[in-house]
Nanobody
Framework: QVQLVESGGGLVQAGGSLTLSCAAS????????LGWFRQAPGKEREFVAT????????AYADSVKGRFTISKDNTQNAMYLQMSSLKPEDTAVYYC???????????????????WGQGTQVTVSS
C-alpha cells in the first residue's frame, strides 16, 4: 500500500551534517504518520523521529533532540531527516517507516509501523 525508499546516507566526520530523504509512493485511502528509525551494529532498532501527515506534529528521541530535524513535503511525497552535530554513536542503518493506524499520539514504537524502506547507511567517523 505504501512503498518507501531512503537515500542520502554516507560517511561523515564527527560534528558534520547529513540529510536523509525518504520517497513515498503507492495509493492510500487515508493519511499516515511517517517516522525514522535506526539500527546500529549489534543493537536493536531504535526510534529517531516521527512526523504527522500534515507535518504539524513532530517527536524526537532524546538522543537526537536539538541535533536532528524531521520534515516533509506532501507535494513531493517526501520526508527528510536533517542531521547535524553528528556523533559516532549516530552510526547506523537508517530506515523510514509508515504508521497507518489512527492514534491519539505519534508512535515511537517500531512495532506500530506497518511499512518500511530498505534502509540507508550513515557512518560517522571520529
Amino acid at each position: 500500500q505504501v512503498q518507501l525508499v531512503e537515500s542520502g546516507g554516507g560517511l561523515v566526520q564527527a560534528g558534520g551534517s547529513l540529510t536523509l530523504s525518504c520517497a513515498a509512493s503507492g495509493r492510500t485511502a487515508s493519511s499516515y504518520v511517517l517516522g525514522w528509525f535506526r539500527q546500529a551494529p549489534g543493537k536493536e532498532r531504535e526510534f529517531v523521529a516521527t512526523i504527522s501527515w500534515s507535518g504539524g506534529r513532530k517527536a524526537y528521541a532524546d538522543s537526537v533532540k536539538g541535533r536532528f530535524t524531521i520534515s516533509k513535503d506532501n507535494t513531493q511525497n517526501a520526508m527528510y531527516l536533517q542531521m547535524s552535530s553528528l556523533k559516532p554513536e549516530d552510526t547506523a542503518v537508517y530506515y523510514c517507516a509508515a504508521d497507518v493506524a489512527t492514534r491519539l499520539r505519534l508512535s515511537t514504537t517500531q512495532y506500530d509501523y506497518d511499512y518500511w524502506g530498505q534502509g540507508t547507511q550513515v557512518t560517522v567517523s571520529s
